[in-house]
């Protein structure tokens, strides 16, 4: 992102839709990383299963919270190994952790590109991309930021089980 930036802001001659070239990139580490993210989550998972039902119950056996097959929900696991979140849940987990933010900073980098370097002109006759009029360039580009804050903030029910999330107060909490 540095580099492509640097190089879209170093002349007026260069053009702007470097950056979004740039937005491309970032999309397909989004995509590697969510991939990556669904095999870290199982895991995950099973460490989480292990935590709960043999070190808790080994550090304080008064307090015996097991499940009670947990030992053949772990082995099947091992067994059969199955992704437990989907890809767009992934996708959305790290937009919000990650890649909104360097979405966002490219978004704001295109906009001030397309509009530093020609002062008199007007928006969409900057934000042409050859035979491609400004306007559409730019209804795309609003259209793709709008999916990607949909993805990223739309409320749902989470699949990722038993993971701690933080609540409005501050606490930590264990989703179920």
């Not at 170093?10 to 979004?20: Q, R, T």
């Not at 990383?33 to 099973?46: L, N, S």
Request: glycine share 4%; net charge negative; proline share 5%.
């Amino acid at each position: 992102m540095a580099a492509i930036l640097t190089w879209a802001f170093s002349s007026p001659d260069n053009p702007h839709y470097i950056v979004l070239v740039g937005v491309l990139a970032v999309d397909m580490f989004l995509l590697i990383e969510a991939r990556r993210y669904r095999d870290y989550d199982v895991y995950r998972a099973r460490v989480r299963l292990l935590q709960q039902n043999f070190l808790a119950t080994t550090l304080d056996p008064s307090q015996r919270d097991e499940h009670s097959d947990w030992r053949a929900e772990l082995s099947d696991d091992y067994r059969r190994p199955t992704l437990k979140i989907t890809l767009l849940e992934a996708i959305s987990n790290r937009l919000r952790r990650i890649y909104f933010a360097l979405l966002t900073v490219l978004c704001l980098a295109w906009l001030f590109r397309v509009t530093a370097f020609a002062p008199g002109e007007n928006f969409p006759d900057t934000a042409a991309i050859a035979s491609a009029p400004g306007a559409v360039v730019a209804g795309i580009v609003g259209t793709f930021y709008v999916g990607v804050l949909v993805l990223a903030f739309w409320p749902r029910e989470r699949e990722a089980k038993e993971e701690f999330r933080e609540t409005e107060a501050g606490d930590w909490k264990e989703s179920e």
